[in-house]
């Protein structure tokens, strides 16, 4: 049969017709990043989803499906004076993409699966990075775990400014003249 695509109603019931005896994998995915595309029996992924058995002229009901939200990570970045930074760029472990805080500081990062996350926050040139938890090493950083339907708040930073490097400076002094006769 291949797939099959039905949309919800506004009650998330549905209904898929015309599908002959055999057995099928039904699942659900919202069509955003909030939710993780769920299966029949509370599955995550394809190759643990129960299979719906279909028999011939059969009727099948109850296959409810469950959506999970992704995990959110949520913080807010300041200075060493508490002054919120917009521009501010987190990611989880360093790498992949990345979200910037907005003019308050704050941020949201919704996590591609539940696990153990870092964090990272850069801005160059204006302040220094930043793992979880102060440290400037990934080894270092505070590991946090996120799971599903989960928010972990009050994941903050207090980024330190960046050293300065101004250049050299060189200064020549003329020996003052007698001032001029009035």
Do not use: C
């Amino acid at each position: 049969v291949g797939d099959v695509v039905v949309v919800s109603g506004e009650d998330g019931g549905y209904s898929i017709g015309g599908l002959g005896p055999d057995s099928y994998i039904v699942g659900a995915d919202a069509g955003t990043e909030e939710f993780v595309p769920g299966f029949y029996e509370a599955a995550i992924d394809e190759p643990d989803a129960t299979p719906v058995v279909v028999g011939e002229s059969e009727q099948v009901t109850g296959i409810d499906i469950v959506l999970h939200r992704r995990g959110v990570i949520r913080g807010t970045v300041t200075d060493v004076d508490a002054t919120a930074i917009a521009g501010v760029m987190l990611q989880l472990d360093g790498a992949g993409p990345a979200v910037q805080s907005d003019l308050d500081g704050r941020y949201t990062i919704i996590v591609p699966e539940p696990g153990p996350y870092t964090v990272l926050a850069t801005s160059d040139p204006v302040y220094l990075p930043e793992w979880l938890g102060g440290s400037r090493t990934k080894v270092d950083a505070t590991v946090i775990a996120v799971d599903l339907d989960s928010s972990v708040e009050r994941v903050d930073f207090v980024l330190d400014r960046a050293p300065v490097d101004l250049p050299e400076l060189s200064v020549n002094f003329q020996p003052a003249r007698a001032p001029l006769p009035e």
